[in-house]
């Protein structure tokens, strides 16, 4: 079975803050997204990668950057946090053209 | 128009009923089309992939999708208080360097014993 992870479930967090969110898959998966989710709002992309050192913009990428060092892991960056930044957090993969596989979330509260 | 859309519910149906859900794309190069379910406070599970004209049945769901028309949909049978959740339409689309994956808002489901 695929499997998705990430590092925290649920995170509290400052405002100024530097927010490191890690997602790892292990099945060797070329692509990697990051989300988040507000209720009404849908999914929304923040970033994906569809290669090791490559990026890509989302729809919403103002406020966060991206690491992508290795193939197995995708780093989420707030900067500097800020409350409007408050949110469910899902990390993704999937192989090329392929249905994605979501980490369980991290649930980030901004205070 | 938004690229990917859904009917945002809630969509109520009576156990034991069929439940129909909808969702439209608006980019006709699109060639791969998911259907998740999200329960409540969980993260989305795919249930269903298609990616030719026609129906595919899997257990009690089947996926039916229309490229023409630009339109794929979720029939569930025998609905269960248990397929309660929101379920995501996802559309990708090859571009040059990557394919563009798009979900729609979700439509949420209430089934009703």
């Known amino acids: 079975d695929v499997k998705v992870t990430q590092s925290s479930r649920y995170l509290v967090k400052r405002t100024g803050e530097k927010v490191f969110l890690e997602c790892v898959q292990d099945m060797d998966h070329e692509n990697m997204f990051w989300y988040r989710q507000d209720p009404g709002l849908g999914l929304r992309l923040i970033y994906f990668s569809y290669d090791v050192k490559m990026k890509e913009k989302g729809d919403i990428p103002e406020g966060y950057s991206v690491s992508r060092e290795k193939k197995e892991r995708f780093s989420l960056i707030l900067e500097s946090a800020s409350t409007n930044q408050t949110s469910m957090y899902l990390c993704?993969?999937?192989?090329?053209?392929?249905?994605?596989?979501f980490g369980p979330g991290t649930r980030l509260t901004v205070t | 128009q938004k690229e990917v859309e859904q009917n945002s519910g809630p969509l109520s149906v009576p156990e034991g009923a069929i439940a129909s859900l909808n969702c439209t794309y608006s980019d006709r190069g699109s060639q791969s089309f998911f259907w998740y379910r999200q329960y409540s406070g969980k993260s989305p599970e795919l249930i269903m992939s298609i990616y030719s004209n026609g129906d595919k049945e899997d257990g009690r769901f089947t996926a039916q999708l229309n490229k023409a028309s630009q339109y794929v949909s979720l029939l569930i049978r025998d609905s269960q208080p248990s397929d309660s959740a929101t379920y995501l339409c996802?559309?990708?689309?090859?571009?040059?360097?990557?394919?563009?994956?798009?979900f729609g808002p979700g439509t949420s489901l209430s089934v009703i014993p």
């Open positions: 993704a993969s999937s192989s090329d053209s392929a249905e994605q596989y």
């Open positions: 996802a559309v990708i689309t090859p571009k040059t360097s990557y394919d563009k994956v798009i």
